[in-house]
T-cell receptor, first 113, second 111 residues
Framework: GAGVSQSPRYKVAKRGQDVALRCDPI?????LFWYQQALGQGPEFLTY????????KSGLPSDRFFAERPEGSVSTLKIQRTQQEDSAVYLC???????????FGPGTRLTVT | GQQLNQSPQSMFIQEGEDVSMNCTSS?????WLWYKQDPGEGPVLLIA?????ELTSNGRLTAQFGITRKDSFLNISASIPSDVGIYFC???????????FGTGTRLQVTL
C-alpha cells in the first residue's frame, strides 16, 4: 500500500516568509509525528497527534512553529517568519496506534536564504 | 535535544564482512528501533525490539535489546553494497510516544 507522503519535497524560502509543509499519513494510521533533522544529525521530535488531537508539542522550538491535523488525517506543519536556523529536513511519520512502529515519509528539505 | 550515542560514527568495510554497531543511553527505554536512511530519503524501519534481552533477526540483520534497557546492538552479516547508508537507533521511553534518535552510524561498503 501507499506509504507516508510529504509535499513539497524541497522548499526554498526567504528569511521572514511563512511556509506550510504537508503530510499524508498511511491510511488508517491514528498517530502522526513531526520530526526535524538537521544536517548530519538524527531526527528530533517536534510534535505528536492522535487523530485530530495534538497530544504533545514539547519539541516545537518556538511559537513560530504550528502544526494541525483538523480531520485526523492530513497534517500541516506551518513555520511563520522563517529564520536561517529553520533550515533542515522535516520528516513526518505515522503509526497505526500509539506505541506502534513509526513509518516515515521522504521528508521536506527546507532551505531558508 | 537529547540524542543517543551511537558508535562507531562511521565505518568502511569490505563486501562480505560482518558489521557491528551499538547505541547507548543514559536513561531507560522500553522500546528500541533500528532505522536505515539513504540520502534524500526518510528513515526506513529495519527492526523493532520490545523486551529487555530480546534478540530479533530480519534477514542478514540481527538486533538485541540490552539487558540494562539502556543500550541496543545491531549486527549485519555478509555485507553487500546496498547496505551503504546511515543507520539510526531510536528509543521510546515509558508511556511517551515520541522517539529519541541516535547520532547515526554511516556505513560504507567497498567491493
Amino acid at each position: 500500500g501507499a506509504g507516508v507522503s510529504q509535499s513539497p519535497r524541497y522548499k526554498v524560502a526567504k528569511r521572514g516568509q511563512d511556509v506550510a509543509l504537508r503530510c499524508d499519513p498511511i491510511s488508517g494510521h491514528v498517530s502522526l509525528f513531526w520530526y526535524q533533522q538537521a544536517l548530519g544529525q538524527g531526527p528530533e521530535f517536534l510534535t505528536y497527534f492522535q487523530n485530530e488531537a495534538q497530544l504533545d508539542k514539547s519539541g516545537l522550538p518556538s511559537d513560530r512553529f504550528f502544526a494541525e491535523r483538523p480531520e485526523g488525517s492530513v497534517s500541516t506543519l506551518k513555520i511563520q517568519r522563517t529564520q536561517q536556523e529553520d533550515s533542515a529536513v522535516y520528516l513526518c511519520a505515522s503509526s497505526l496506534v500509539r506505541g506502534d512502529e513509526q513509518y516515515f515519509g521522504p521528508g521536506t528539505r527546507l532551505t531558508v536564504t | 535535544g537529547q540524542q543517543l550515542n551511537q558508535s562507531p560514527q562511521s565505518m568502511f568495510i569490505q563486501e562480505g564482512e560482518d558489521v557491528s554497531m551499538n547505541c547507548t543511553s543514559s536513561s531507560i527505554f522500553n522500546t528500541w528501533l533500528w532505522y536505515k536512511q539513504d540520502p534524500g530519503e526518510g528513515p526506513v524501519l529495519l527492526i523493532a525490539l520490545y523486551k529487555a534481552g530480546e534478540l530479533t533477526s530480519n534477514g542478514r540483520l540481527t538486533a538485541q535489546f540490552g539487558i540494562t534497557r539502556k543500550d541496543s546492538f545491531l549486527n549485519i552479516s555478509a555485507s553487500i553494497p546496498s547496505d551503504v547508508g546511515i543507520y539510526f537507533c531510536a528509543g521510546r521511553a515509558g508511556t511517551a510516544s515520541k522517539l529519541t534518535f541516535g547520532t547515526g552510524t554511516r556505513l560504507q561498503v567497498t567491493l
